[in-house]
């Protein structure tokens, strides 16, 4: 059974930093692109970015570019998202969701979501 | 990048087909996928690359595209239907994924 686990949420103070993580099971992590989308309190989703398969090929959302990275370790079958200078803008349930189609967007399973509260 | 535009809200009576539409400039060039999230749960992939229905996703779910607008029509609507729907697609880079800003849908 495929499975995606978030984990890594919590409340970070505007400014900080957040690493989140999610662990893959029930399939070959190696051969799918992953990407990360979130969903702020009451709204709808957003993508924020893409990792294919050997990491080769990365792509942001203009909202998050150059404050968030994202990585992934397939031996481990994880995949990461560093945030840094995180806002207030930034707060929401974020999904780790694999790939399904050749093309980017199309995801087949999605996590349960970990919530970054981003709050002084 | 490119924006998709869902209508908010849209109701239907039970039994009745419901078509609920995407717009966007990048529909044009790249397919549409549409997703179910219903309250407090991950979303559910129910249509992709235009027309085509993930493996346990009913038949009363369908999609369409012509020009810049997407739709997923959902002929027969259950009550288990009542969610908020939401399309994507690639932006006018390609290199980016935008998602329209969902519909909820009420089943009467």
């Known amino acids: 059974e495929v499975q995606l686990v978030e984990s890594g949420g919590g409340l970070v103070q505007p400014g900080g930093s957040l690493r989140l993580y999610c662990a893959a099971s029930?399939?070959?992590?190696?051969?799918?692109?992953m990407n990360w989308v979130r969903q702020a309190p009451g709204k709808g989703l957003e993508w924020i970015s893409y990792?294919?398969?050997?990491?080769?090929?990365?792509y942001y959302a203009d909202s998050v570019k150059g404050r968030f990275t994202i990585s992934r370790d397939n031996a481990k079958n994880s995949l990461y998202l560093q945030m840094n200078s995180l806002r207030a803008e930034d707060t929401a349930v974020y999904y780790c969701?694999?790939?399904?189609?050749?093309?980017?967007?199309?995801?087949?399973?999605w996590g349960q979501g970990t919530l970054v509260t981003v709050s002084s | 990048s490119s924006e998709l535009t869902q209508d908010p809200a849209v109701s239907v009576a039970l039994g009745q087909t419901v078509r609920i539409t995407c717009q966007g400039d990048s529909l044009r060039f790249y397919s549409a996928n549409w997703y179910q999230q219903k309250p407090g749960q991950a979303p559910v992939f129910v249509i992709y690359d235009k027309n085509n229905r993930p493996s346990g996703i009913p038949d009363r779910f369908s999609g369409s595209s012509s020009g810049n607008t997407a739709s997923l029509t959902i002929t027969g609507a259950q009550a288990e239907d009542e969610a908020d729907y939401y399309c994507?697609?690639?932006?006018?880079?390609?290199?980016?994924?935008?998602f329209g800003g969902g519909t909820k849908l009420s089943v009467l």
């Open positions: 029930g399939f070959t992590l190696s051969n799918y692109g």
């Open positions: 969701a694999r790939d399904f189609c050749s093309y980017i967007g199309c995801y087949d399973y």
């Open positions: 994507n697609s690639r932006d006018s880079s390609g290199n980016q994924v935008v």
């Open positions: 990792i294919s398969s050997s990491s080769s090929t990365i």
